[in-house]
């Protein structure tokens, strides 16, 4: 079936998504049809409801400013996955191998100072 040199087209899925993550929760999940693992993914962003006037004596006016109360910090979930054990192992395995490469890769650039 399957022999060296086999390629695998991509195909998209309607819901395919291109986003930037920056944090993440892992947890284990014992289902009918095994083990898996639930990845979910996203980012965190803080959104400001509010600014609030306050008198700025040295301009005779106002100047605006946000509040502690008026900042709300807010994670955007991109992707909740659920993995089969296996695959989330071989997905460890080949995050590692990716940074070990990139972690290379930025050692051998030079720098400004030689």
Same mark, same amino acid.
């Given at each position: 079936m399957f022999k060296d040199g086999t390629k695998i087209l991509h195909a998209q899925s309607p819901n395919c998504i291109y986003e930037m993550?920056?944090? $993440?929760?892992?947890? +284990?999940?014992?289902? +009918?049809? +095994?083990?898996? *693992?639930?990845l979910i993914v996203g980012r965190d962003t803080l959104k400001i409801r509010?600014?609030?006037? *306050?008198?700025?004596?040295? $301009?005779? +006016?106002?100047?605006?400013t946000v509040l502690p109360d008026a900042m709300v910090m807010e994670r955007l979930v991109v992707a909740n996955l659920s993995i089969p054990l296996e695959a989330a192992k071989a997905l460890v395995k080949a995050l590692n191998d990716g940074i070990a490469q990139m972690e290379e890769n930025l050692q051998a650039q030079p720098t400004a100072h030689g």
């Open positions: 993550v920056d944090s $993440f929760n892992v947890a +284990g999940l014992q289902m +009918g049809n +095994g083990a898996k *693992i639930s509010e600014e609030t006037l *306050i008198p700025e004596p040295a $301009f005779s +006016g106002f100047k605006s």
